[in-house]
């Protein structure tokens, strides 16, 4: 099994800045990508970034491209979310999934977090 904490939610100001972290432990050498979804109330939840351990994948959706950067430290089994630009749009409960493979689709990744709130006000 693998174990996820996101931290570092909260509540911003439109063209502010928050940074996500997600701790990984247990069993990581069996997760290939790490992924950041979304879902806002009453939506469904969507793919934000993807990056592989190994570096040999990124990808963002198109709606957060130019905004938010996700990058991994492998020495501490984390993954972070450098979420700049922020729009009210961006409000939702962003959470960390750990997958096997390099994919943005939900059903793929078997290790997800609790979540953690984004809000953004106007």
């Known amino acids: 099994q693998v174990q996820l904490v996101e931290s570092g939610g909260g509540l911003v100001q439109a063209g502010g800045s928050l940074r996500l972290s997600c701790a990984a432990s247990g069993r990581t050498f069996s997760v290939y990508s790490m992924g950041w979804f979304r879902q806002a109330s009453g939506k469904e939840r969507e793919f934000v970034a993807g990056i592989a351990w190994s570096g040999g994948w990124l990808h963002y959706a198109d709606s957060v491209k130019g905004r938010f950067t996700i990058s991994t430290d492998n020495a501490s089994n984390t993954v972070s979310l450098q979420m700049n630009s922020l729009k009210p749009e961006d409000t939702a409960v962003y959470y960390c999934?750990?997958?096997?493979?390099?994919?943005?689709?939900?059903?793929?990744?078997?290790?997800w977090g609790q979540g953690t709130q984004v809000t953004v006000s106007s």
């Open positions: 999934a750990g997958g096997r493979s390099a994919d943005s689709t939900a059903s793929t990744y078997n290790y």
